[in-house]
Nanobody, 115 residues
Framework: QVQLVESGGDLVQPGGSLRLSCAASGTIFGIKPMGWYRQAPGKQRELVASITSGGSTNYADSVKGRFTISRENGKNTVYLQMNSLKPEDTAVYYC?????????WGQGTQVTVSS
């Protein structure tokens, strides 16, 4: 009874910017920890950024200073502002929400950084 929908992925040139959105819906009581993960071809899925119910954030070293995760106030809706994009950022980006001991995933949105 929990669904996540991501949007905002696109093809952009190196140095460009994108903003990804993710909305969690369904039977969710209260604000939950959420995050963005990504998976490139032939690679394992990795954490990009996360945000707690209290607003604390965490970032992978590879995106610090370039990406910003934020939350719609009082909602299980998050965004990922991606600046100064690099070809190595190319991946499918997945949204995640943690409810108790369970994790739920969105369908993914493709981000391609290429000249």
């Amino acid at each position: 009874q929990v669904q996540l929908v991501e949007s905002g992925g696109d093809l952009v040139q190196p140095g460009g910017s994108l903003r990804l959105s993710c909305a969690a819906s369904g039977t969710i009581f209260g604000i939950k920890p959420m995050g963005w993960y990504r998976q490139a071809p032939g690679k394992q899925r990795e954490l990009v950024a996360s945000i707690t119910s209290g607003g604390s954030t965490n970032y992978a070293d590879s995106v610090k200073g370039r990406f910003t995760i934020s939350r719609e106030n009082g909602k299980n809706t998050v965004y990922l502002q991606m600046n100064s994009l690099k070809p190595e950022d190319t991946a499918v980006y997945y949204c995640n929400v943690v409810i108790g001991f369970r994790s739920y995933w969105g369908q993914g949105t493709q981000v391609t950084v290429s000249s």
